[in-house]
């Protein structure tokens, strides 16, 4: 998709609500974008102000966000649309969020899966979930408990692995 002010490659890409059920999609590159983000919305611009300042330092800071393991950037992420990595969805996981809700209605996947790997799945899921538990109650110090935990657990990949 182009920029539609320079027609160079749009890396930003608004929804206006102009009330009423109208939207306004808006499409730019890095350097207009910018420019269109600091730019005074009518009618909320306070003198001396420029009403989106906060937002360009939002964006600039999101930007240099880096992944510890492959080097990705939200900004790499901005201009390709791809991650780095695997883990980039973890560690971009606060600002990907609000994105992929509003890109897909939800943050998890609903729809269809092959009918092997959903019960990979909820096994995985509740690995998972025995997991985060058994942490905690290690955490309180209830070892024993955490024993069982432990061992029900390695049960559990055992059936996974076979």
Not at 94 to 113: C, M, Y
Request: glycine share 8%; aromatic share 4%.
């Amino acid at each position: 998709m182009k920029c539609q002010r320079c027609n160079k490659r749009a890396v930003l890409h608004i929804t206006e609500n102009l009330g009423e059920g109208q939207i306004e999609e808006l499409h730019f590159c890095e350097e207009c974008g910018a420019r269109y983000l600091s730019e005074p919305i009518p009618g909320t611009q306070t003198p001396g102000g420029s009403g989106t300042s906060a937002e360009l330092e939002f964006l600039q800071q999101w930007d240099q966000l880096c992944c510890p393991e492959c080097g990705a950037t939200l900004k790499d992420f901005r201009n390709t649309g791809r991650l780095g990595c695997p883990r980039d969805y973890e560690h971009f996981r606060e600002q990907l969020q609000p994105l992929l809700q509003s890109i897909h209605g939800d943050t998890q996947h609903l729809g269809k899966a092959p009918s092997q790997s959903a019960n990979v799945e909820l096994k995985r899921r509740e690995l998972a979930r025995l997991r985060r538990l058994m942490q905690e109650l290690i955490n309180a110090e209830r070892y024993e408990e955490a024993a069982r935990l432990r061992d029900q657990i390695r049960q559990l990949e055992a059936r996974t692995q076979s």
